[in-house]
Structure formats: C-alpha cells, structure tokens
C-alpha cells in the first residue's frame, strides 16, 4: 500500500475495539458455544451430560479430546496420565525455584517451562496437577505429598494437597474439569493455536496459554468473586456492587463475551454443589455458600441489567467455579490454576488439531502511526 493510500484509508471500527468478536480463524470439531441459547457442546455432547454423568472421568474426556485433535485414538489415558503424574513428582526437587514462586500461576508457569520442555501432550497434561498441588503445599509451609498411581486424576489432585479426597468430592472435581476443559476459541486457546501455528512443539504452547488465563477478564476471576462473597456477609450487597462500579471495577464473574443468557457451566456447578451438599460432611455449609451467592448473583444481575440494559451481564463461569473449588477445601490462591489442569485438554487437543489441519496464524493491524514526510 503506498502512502497516500495509507494516509486515506478509512472504514470500520478502530480495530483495538473489536477484541475479533465474532471473527472466525479456525475450524474444530472439539467444542462449540452458542452463546443465545446457552448451549455449551464438547466433543459432540452436551457438557452437562458429560460432567454429570454418573461416574463421569476427566480422563475420559480428555481422551475423546484428544483423539479427536490428533486424529486418532488415544487409549489407556488414566494410566498413562498417572505415569506423567509419577514422572513429575520424581523430579519436583529440580523444580524447587519455579514452585516456590509467590503467584500461582507464575509458578505452574515457571515450573511447567523447566520441567517439560521437550515432553509431549500426554506427559504434559500429567504433570500440571502435581505442580500445582506442590506449590500450594510449599506456600502454606506444608510437606510434599507423593502422586499415588491408584488414584484418579481428580483424586490423587485432591490427595497431593492433603485435602479430604473421598469419592464424592473427586467426582465433583471431575464434573468441574469436564465442564472447563474447553470452550471455543478462548483467548488462552486461541493463544495455544497461534502458538502451535508456528510449528512450536507442545511445553511453549502450555506455557504461552497459562499466561493468557493469568488475566483476571479470563481466568482470573474466581478468587476474587470469594471475596465478593465474603464482603456482602457484612453488607448489603446491592450497596457494595453499587460501589463497586463507582469505583470504576467490574464485579467479578459477571459478564461474557459470547453469553447472553447465564452460562451454562454455572448451572452444572450448582448440580455438582447440590450433590457434595448432599453427600459431604459439610454438606450445610455449601448450602449456606450456595444460598448466599444466589443472592448476591441475583443483586448483580438486576444492578448490571439496570446499567447496560442492551448487554445482558449475567453470572459466568467463574461465579459458581469459586463456590465449588471453595467447597472442595482448594486454596483461593490456586483457583486459576486448578482451572488450568482441566483446560489444558483442550489446549492440547487443539494443539494437535492446529497442527494437523491449520497453517501459520498470522492475522494483520492497520497502520495508524506517523509517515515519513
Ligand atoms: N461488571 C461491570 N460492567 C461490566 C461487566 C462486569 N462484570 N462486564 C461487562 N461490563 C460492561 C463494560 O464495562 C462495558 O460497559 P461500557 O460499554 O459502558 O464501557 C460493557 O459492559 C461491555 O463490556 P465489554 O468489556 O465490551 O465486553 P466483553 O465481551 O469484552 O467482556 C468480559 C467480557 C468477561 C471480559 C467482561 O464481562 C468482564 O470483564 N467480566 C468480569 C470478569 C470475569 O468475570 N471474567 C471471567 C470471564 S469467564
């Protein structure tokens, strides 16, 4: 283009204002999000049916993501992840720097980037839990506890951070991951396929996502939708998100970008909440959380409705996310990253497909800075 055509270009939005709302860049069998109608499929069903199944396995999914990514079938993964899991607690001792990072994510991160350059999906996948259940015991000066190959993915998670991990609780834990493990072209998947695009081998890909999900607008709310819920105790909470918003904040776990109707993760949080409600100990205590935050959503929900009467902001995935990994006894500090463990399925099997189906990601930007004269 030569300057003067430069210089006269116009039309459309400034393009820093559409976020690629709506642009399409890759084709995928793995998930599909219709955000009118609330419908979330994965791997070709529903994501309630997967992750409220009875018996329902992370592994399970994570292997028909997989297969269908790669293109082929992916047998044995629940062992295999074991094995991963075994591998990465073996060498957690020359991880010691990257897990004692103060940030959770910067340490899944960091401890990620060393101990699996080099490693493909499989071993990767496998190791995640275990970075993520020993930084946590390292930041709250707890010992180390080994991966026990007879567990589960969701149960020896649960086990490694010395948390209650009866059957009922690691179930919830795999409902929860199914119904995270992929969604569309999110921004930390769509930063895994520009990634894979450029022929980078699995470690960059995971590491490069991990980065896009630290952000509080993706996968960053959680934590702070608790404290929410821990400061409308002692307010009303009409009164506090309306001081919220005057101080120029989001109230957190509200609003999304595809969503116009409540997502539909939410409402298999509430189910998978209503059953540990049912079969836990604590099961009153999660009725009290769950009747409290129903509460505040309901407050959110009329207050936003109020303000953007066109943009219907309703509750997200990370409102019931932090009432659910809160039940589960898991550390506020670590919400981001133990949604991390179950969306790296879907980076991965999205890394796959890019490579097999896609080509180099190279979108462009339209030049708006000075010329020569
Ligand atoms: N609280 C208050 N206002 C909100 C809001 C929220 N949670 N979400 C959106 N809005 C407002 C914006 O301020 C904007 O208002 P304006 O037009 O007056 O400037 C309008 O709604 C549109 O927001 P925009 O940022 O353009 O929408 P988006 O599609 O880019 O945003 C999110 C999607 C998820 C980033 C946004 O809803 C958000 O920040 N939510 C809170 C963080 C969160 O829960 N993230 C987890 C996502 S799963």
Redesign the pocket.
Known sequence: MSHAELRGQSGGAPAKAS?LEGVVVADTRLSHVDGERGELIIAGSPAEELALAEGARFEQLAARLLALGTGEPVPNLGERLAAARGAAFARIASLRGALALPDAMDSLLASTAQGNAGADAISTLGALPVYVAAAARLRSGQPLIASNAGLGHAQDFLSMLGLPAHTARARALDAYWITVSDHGLNASTFTARVVASTGADVMPCVVAALGALKG???GG?PGPVLDMLDATLQVEPRVWLEAE?AAGR????????IYRVRDPRAFVFERALARLEHDDAHGSAVAARLAHARRVEQAAEAL?SER?PD?P?RA???FYTALLLEALGIPRDAFSAVFAIGRAAGWLAHVAEQRRTGKLIRPASRYVGALPQ
Do not use: K, S, T
């Open positions: 976020g509080p607008l993706h709310a918003i989001r109230i957190m776990g509200m609003g999304h970008r936003l953007h943009r902001l997200n995935v990370e």
